[in-house]
């Protein structure tokens, strides 16, 4: 999938590149045009497999908010809301294929998943990949919990991702407690430790 950061950040329409220019000013979202990174943080998109290294606080901080109920798509292409899946605590991760740090924490998302998945359900939103790539891509590091799809990227835009990858701490009810960047398998159970 040849997908620039430029199409990315566009993608969305005026919706996407207005929230973008709101959250972080007209200078911060020029900056991300640039071709030369200068700042320090997590993965965006830039090129196809070109990365720029954003703010640590690139991302909206949206720790105390409820989820956003908009659609994402299941593997089969079905349309599934994350507030149908309330009433148990959720990790959300939210990362792609061609992302280096979601790699490096693939794995440990999988492992932990495996040692945690009865006490919280395990979520992975991708919104860049076609379904086959996502599916490759987790299964080579042992993902074996449900991967949905963000193909129009509303669920992204509305929890103000720009950078990935992102990991959403959600309680039952549906409201978010805590929001990181790129965790390892020790800060992930340390987390649902905490909060769960």
Excluded: K
């Amino acid at each position: 999938m040849d997908v620039s950061r430029r199409t990315v950040l566009a993608a969305g329409g005026a919706g996407l590149g207005a929230a973008v220019a709101a959250l972080f000013g007209g200078t911060w979202f020029a900056g991300l045009l640039d071709d030369e990174p200068d700042v320090d943080g997590v993965v965006l998109l830039d090129e196809p497999g070109i990365f720029q290294e954003p703010a640590e606080d690139a991302n909206a901080d949206v720790a105390g908010d409820m989820l956003p109920d908009v659609p994402l798509s299941d593997i089969d292409g079905g349309e599934v809301r994350l507030a149908d899946h309330r009433g148990t605590p959720m990790v959300i991760n939210l990362w792609f294929s061609n992302c280096p740090p979601c790699a490096r924490e693939l794995a440990d998302f999988a492992a932990v998943h495996d040692e945690l998945g009865d006490r919280v359900r395990f979520i992975g939103i991708d919104p860049f990949d076609t379904v086959e790539a996502m599916q490759r891509f987790a299964s080579e590091r042992g993902v074996g919990y449900p991967l949905w799809r963000d193909p129009d990227r509303d669920f992204t835009a509305a929890v103000g991702v720009v950078a990935f990858p992102v990991t959403l701490f959600v309680d039952e009810t549906g409201r978010i407690l805590r929001q990181t960047g790129e965790i390892d398998a020790d800060e992930l159970r340390a987390n649902i430790d905490e909060l769960f």
